[in-house]
């Protein structure tokens, strides 16, 4: 088990895209393999303070009423929120790096983010070094 | 085979993947040699939690499924 790792870019800012991340995190975790997810350009809006809760649908989201939705659907069908589910993937042993190329494009600083989520900060350098040695690699 | 269970798990009534994470969520807080049991009624998770102990490296010591609900008992190693 000891040589197997996962490392995710996560390129979008969609509410289903970055759900889609966090389940296959949440799984390669939950079978003893450790997961890194790099959060770069639209992805970087996620760890903001709150950045969760105003994702938009990546299609459909129709000023949020697609969102507000799929939420529903969600509760409905017992399907754990976006927030708790980047809980539970930091939970478990989890790591996020946040690309502060991105936040230099973007204006955004490190007191914008959550510091609860991120767990480094770097680049592609990071990013590279850690994928490396990854069995799995997956860019959303 | 009546297993001394240390450690239940309840996971009925939730879906994916909180029935995986549950299970991890458990095995990490556990001992080596003791013994838990996830109960749920996901299906695909009666699956699945079989393959993550799989690819732990953790044995089986008891799956049953009555109806829905199902349970997975093992043996943190």
């Not at chain 1, 303070?49 to 529903?72: C, D, H, V, W, Y």
């Not at chain 2, 699956?47 to 008891?62: F, Q």
Request: with cysteine; aromatic share 8%; glycine share 10%.
């Amino acid at each position: 088990m000891q040589n197997r790792s996962a490392t995710i870019i996560l390129h979008s800012g969609g509410f289903d895209k970055i759900m889609s991340a966090f389940i296959v995190g949440n799984g390669f975790l939950s079978m003893g393999i450790p997961v890194t997810i790099f959060f770069t350009f639209w992805g970087l809006d996620a760890l903001r303070k709150n950045g969760l809760k105003k994702a938009p649908l990546s299609k459909m989201n129709m000023l949020g009423l697609g969102r507000f939705m799929i939420q529903r659907r969600m509760k409905k069908h017992n399907v754990a929120s976006l927030e708790e589910l980047a809980g539970s993937f930091k939970r478990i042993g989890g790591r996020i790096i946040a690309c502060t190329m991105t936040m230099e494009l973007m204006g955004i600083g490190e007191k914008d983010l959550d510091e609860s989520l991120v767990d480094e900060y770097g680049t592609v350098g990071k990013y590279c070094y850690v994928s490396k040695d990854a069995t799995i690699t997956l860019f959303i | 085979m009546t297993p001394k269970v240390k450690t239940e798990v309840d996971c009925i009534s939730e879906n994916c993947p909180m029935p995986l994470v549950k299970t991890r969520e458990a095995i990490l807080r556990a001992e080596e040699g003791d013994v838990i049991r996830v109960k749920g009624t996901h299906p695909q998770s009666f699956e699945e939690i079989p393959m993550a102990l799989d690819a732990m490296g953790i044995e089986i010591l008891e799956k049953t499924k009555d109806g829905e609900l199902w349970t997975v008992t093992f043996v943190v190693s």
